[in-house]
């Protein structure tokens, strides 16, 4: 294990970000974090010399860049880039106004894109380096009736970063996606999802969807984020980090529903569907 390694982590005030943050702590890394607050970075985390907290607006060009120069100014490098910051937004395609779904594409994709753009100078630099961009399993299967929104912001995340291995491959630089299932954290709570400002009764399977998610999965989801922030760290060490890493079994289990369905789908129109090319 090189606990040598500088790791950025964004959104580490709570959830999976500060789980991971911790627990990297306890191993002797040395850590960035950052969140809209620091002071409740430091509450959560406490002093250490080998920690950096920082008060980052993740959707200003600015605040993000001078993050990533005092990272460096402090550490020397930046080695692993974990993008964790989001939050969950409720509401049909109908329902969410422009403005709620533009916001959840600031936080969740443009915010992780920033982050990106700035540190990647340093990695390119360096030669090498772990960007691990947190999507979601509604990254890769969208059948969540009144998660559309949330849902299209992460397979954003997801098409970017297959992008983006390809493009910094040749650096010695890596780019995961992380597919997590249901996890015990704060994500379903009040303060980190956001429901829609104008319902609209109709959409009952939204709506029942909605209340389970608060009402039954809140509290009761069966992924342990400790177990997830060792297999992120366990990753990061083997030296050859995968495009894909679904995390929790209910995650496995869905992808490999929806790799059913499209392989269904595919076979039962291919003869169809494939005959489109030009008559010789």
Request: hydrophobic share 40%.
């Amino acid at each position: 294990m090189n606990n040598e390694k500088v790791w950025l982590v964004t959104g580490a005030s709570k959830g999976l970000g500060l789980v991971l943050v911790q627990k990297l702590l306890n191993k002797g890394y040395k850590v960035a974090a950052t969140s809209r607050n620091k002071e409740a970075l430091l509450s959560a985390v406490g002093e250490d010399n080998n920690f950096l907290p920082l008060q980052v607006d993740l959707l200003s060009e600015q605040s993000v860049l001078s993050a990533i120069n005092n990272i460096v100014q402090k550490f020397g490098k930046i080695d692993v880039i974990v993008n964790n910051a989001g939050y969950g937004q409720i509401g049909t395609l109908e329902e969410l106004t422009d403005r709620e779904v533009r916001q959840n594409f600031e936080v969740n994709v443009f915010g992780c894109l920033n982050v990106i753009r700035n540190a990647m100078p340093h990695l390119r630099a360096n030669k090498g380096g772990s960007i691990f961009n947190i999507s979601s399993i509604a990254g890769f299967i969208g059948t969540f009736p009144g998660w559309g929104i949330y849902c299209a912001t992460k397979y954003a995340v997801v098409g970017f970063t297959e992008a983006l291995a390809a493009e910094v491959k040749s650096f010695g630089i890596s780019a995961t996606i992380v597919y997590p299932g249901y996890f015990r954290t704060n994500f379903l709570q009040k303060n980190s999802l956001s429901r829609p400002k104008k319902p609209i009764s109709d959409y009952t399977e939204a709506r029942e969807l909605e209340l389970k998610h608060i009402n039954e999965i809140q509290g009761n989801q069966l992924g342990d984020p400790e177990k997830a922030a060792t297999v992120l760290i366990e990753v990061a060490e083997n030296g050859n980090p995968p495009q894909h890493l679904f995390l929790g079994q209910d995650s496995y289990d869905m992808a490999h529903a929806k790799l059913e369905q499209v392989q269904k789908d595919m076979t039962a129109y291919q003869a169809l569907a494939t005959a489109t090319a030009y008559d010789r």
